[in-house]
């Protein structure tokens, strides 16, 4: 159950440091990452990394152009490749049907057409990039209407579980990985060839197995059940506030309890900041996610359902509101012509991702409001603060009078 060659489609904040990692742990493995974007490419091949992670440098000098390799020659490197990883990205759809809430497959499909109309040889496709459930089944169609005489498919769910801001560390030591395919013959060997790789460095038991639709939506679920905890602690801040109670205190009392565990309620070294009593969750996932997770219990006829995870991202969007509200108080209730600095602008610590950050939402609400605001964030170029503020977003907020 070996391979030689793999091929990650999309150089972006998943399939950069994901196929980095597989390169390093695996010498005996040529990895190819391709990407449309030509700028990109470069700035893989640079000094300068296009995104930051701690210790993704290091990893990538030490393999680049040994085993690992960025190119824009995305036919070559699909051609060659025995195993192909789709890491494209899959926004929340801003127009027409499940318009704010649905996943936009159309880089998806795309990268599934592309594999078909070049592939002279059987591939293992492996869907990376999160998606809603049956996504893998939209690729297999894809690719088997189109495939040519001789070329076979396989078609492989392996959602990636990595934070931003602790990637490395999360691909080194990953908790366990996540693979769903066919449960017929030619199904269980290509999820053996996928779990070879991983067994590189990832212990047997923590590589898990299932059916293609179990791994697509585990991957939704465990994004929901994170923004849910974010989303629980919040709502308890506001009564804290009302009440003179400590949400510090309160998460830890409560996360104390090993049932419920203290990660992502109370802030430590080790944990994220986003998982404190604080702003929300950004971030291009917990958000995206859920309201997948909605949109698809809706297209289920589950009202129910997606009310319940529905009211998550409401707690979210309740707490930034509240976050800029409060700002506006403390300042006497107006901060026109008043001098405001932002301290960050990334969606949290050790990433330069802006997608979906609080900031923006809150640097919009005091702009409305006739502030003046100076930004600060070393991984942020003042180009892409200016790109997230001047374009609409999922962020915006309907409520917002
Ligand atoms: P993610 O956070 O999911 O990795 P990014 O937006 O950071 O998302 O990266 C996705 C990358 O995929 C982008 O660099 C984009 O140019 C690339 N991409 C999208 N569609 C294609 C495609 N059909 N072929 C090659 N690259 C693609």
């Known amino acids: 159950m070996s391979l030689k060659s793999i091929c990650c489609i999309g150089a972006g904040y998943v399939g950069g440091p994901t196929c980095s990692v597989i390169a390093y742990r695996c010498p005996d493995i040529k990895v190819t990452v391709v990407d449309l974007s030509v700028e990109r490419i470069t700035q893989w091949n640079s000094d300068v990394l296009p995104i930051f992670e701690p210790g993704l440098d290091d990893i990538v000098k030490s393999v680049r152009n040994k085993n690992l390799f960025f190119s824009t020659d995305i036919t070559a490197a699909i051609n060659e490749a025995d195993l192909i990883f789709i890491c494209v990205n899959t926004p929340t759809k801003s127009y027409g049907l499940g318009k704010g809430r649905a996943a936009d497959l159309k880089y998806i499909e795309s990268a599934a057409r592309m594999i078909a109309d070049v592939a002279s040889q059987s591939k293992i496709v492996v869907e990376k990039s999160t998606v809603p459930v049956k996504a893998a089944e939209s690729i297999s169609n894809i690719l088997r209407a189109n495939q040519k005489p001789g070329v076979k498919y396989q078609v492989l769910s392996n959602p990636e579980f990595l934070a931003e801001g602790t990637a490395v560390k999360d691909l080194l030591n990953p908790d366990r990985v996540l693979i769903g395919g066919e449960q017929n013959h030619d199904g269980q060997q290509a999820i053996a060839t996928l779990a070879w790789v991983y067994k590189h460095w990832v212990p047997e038991d923590n590589v898990i197995t299932m059916n293609t639709w179990s791994s697509e939506l585990s991957k939704l679920a465990a994004n929901a059940f994170l923004a849910q905890r974010i989303s629980s602690i919040n709502a308890m801040s506001a009564v804290c506030e009302y009440t003179g109670a400590d949400v510090s205190e309160v998460a830890h009392a409560v996360g104390m309890d090993s049932r419920i565990g203290n990660k992502f309620l109370k802030a430590s070294v080790d944990e994220p900041v986003i998982g404190k009593a604080s702003?929300?969750?950004?971030?291009?996932?917990?958000?995206?996610?859920?309201?997948?997770?909605?949109?698809?219990?809706?297209?289920?006829?589950?009202?129910?359902?997606?009310?319940?995870?529905?009211?998550?991202?409401?707690?979210?969007?309740?707490?930034?509101?509240?976050?800029?509200?409060?700002?506006?108080?403390?300042?006497?209730?107006?901060?026109?012509?008043?001098?405001?600095?932002?301290?960050?602008?990334?969606?949290?610590?050790?990433?330069?991702?802006?997608?979906e950050s609080a900031a923006i939402y809150v640097v919009k609400y005091l702009l409305e409001e006739g502030a003046h605001i100076r930004i600060y964030d070393p991984k942020v170029e003042t180009e892409q603060m200016f790109r997230e503020l001047t374009h609409p977003s999922i962020s915006d907020d309907p409520e917002k009078g």
């Open 279 to 355: 702003i929300g969750f950004g971030g291009s996932c917990f958000q995206k996610d859920v309201l997948n997770l909605v949109y698809l219990c809706e297209c289920l006829n589950l009202p129910e359902v997606a009310d319940y995870w529905q009211q998550v991202i409401n707690i979210n969007e309740y707490q930034r509101r509240r976050f800029a509200n409060r700002i506006i108080q403390c300042l006497f209730n107006t901060v026109t012509n008043k001098k405001i600095a932002i301290f960050g602008f990334s969606f949290k610590k050790d990433t330069g991702d802006t997608r």
